[in-house]
T-cell receptor, first 113, second 112 residues
Framework: ETGVTQTPRHLVMGMTNKKSLKCEQHLGHNAMYWYKQSAKKPLELMFVYSLEERVENNSVPSRFSPECPNSSHLFLHLHTLQPEDSALYLC????????????FGPGTRLTVT | GQSLEQPSEVTAVEGAIVQINCTYQTSGFYGLSWYQQHDGGAPTFLSYNALDGLEETGRFSSFLSRSDSYGYLLLQELQMKDSASYFCAVRDQAGGGNKLTFGTGTQLKVEL
């Protein structure tokens, strides 16, 4: 247990569906992150939030929409995804953006059919 | 641009010592981290090197040479539970931000 939880753990959705991934951290951290992990590829940073403000968007398609309502919760809203978006989506948090240690959740395994 | 290279797979026997190398190219380098990820699990932090030299934490040690843009993770007295993927990650100023960029990971298989 790293103190970061993600739901759901597995998700299958069609290309026309809308779904949301949820992340919650119980560590009192101020920075939260979304990463995408595909087979044989490095973890790709998608979004960074610091004190509930989005501070980084790494050229992610608009079909992925993040939301950070407070410092403990992070969402990733999904709509009209493509099969190539199938991957493990990992949430992480750190004390602040300058902290070198990130704490990861177990991820959501997403399959787009 | 940024790039990190590490071997894709390493196999070793229980009780042995294994070294996983990582070379990187980046700008505004701050430090090198190592993470462990078991199948189906979350990446977990192992170590961080900002300065040259060896950092030891139990059976695991991590080394950094900033002048060579090179680091390694050393695992001693290997156990079956060490079978996992190991990722190096650089912390740098690339893209104008302070962020982690990960390598593709090294799959370590520990055999009896």
């Amino acid at each position: 247990e790293t103190g970061v939880t993600q739901t759901p753990r597995h998700l299958v959705m069609g290309m026309t569906n809308k779904k949301s991934l949820k992340c919650e951290q119980h560590l009192g951290h101020n920075a939260m992150y979304w990463y995408k992990q595909s087979a044989k590829k490095p973890l790709e940073l998608m979004f960074v939030y610091s004190l509930e403000e989005r501070v980084e968007n790494n050229s992610v398609p608009s079909r992925f929409s993040p939301e950070c309502p407070n410092s403990s919760h992070l969402f990733l809203h999904l709509h009209t995804l493509q099969p190539e978006d199938s991957a493990l989506y990992l949430c992480a948090s750190s004390q602040d953006r300058q902290a070198y240690e990130q704490y990861f959740g177990p991820g959501t395994r997403l399959t787009v059919t | 641009g940024q790039s990190l290279e590490q071997p894709s797979e390493v196999t070793a026997v229980e009780g042995a010592i294994v070294q996983i190398n990582c070379t990187y190219q980046t700008s505004g380098f701050y430090g090198l981290s190592w993470y462990q990820q078991h199948d189906g699990g979350a990446p977990t932090f192992l170590s961080y090197n900002a300065l040259d030299g060896l950092e030891e934490t139990g059976r695991f040690s991590s080394f950094l040479s900033r002048s060579d843009s090179y680091g390694y993770l050393l695992l001693q007295e290997l156990q079956m539970k060490d079978s996992a993927s190991y990722f190096c990650a650089v912390r740098d100023q690339a893209g104008g931000g302070n962020k982690l960029t990960f390598g593709t990971g090294t799959q370590l298989k520990v055999e009896l």
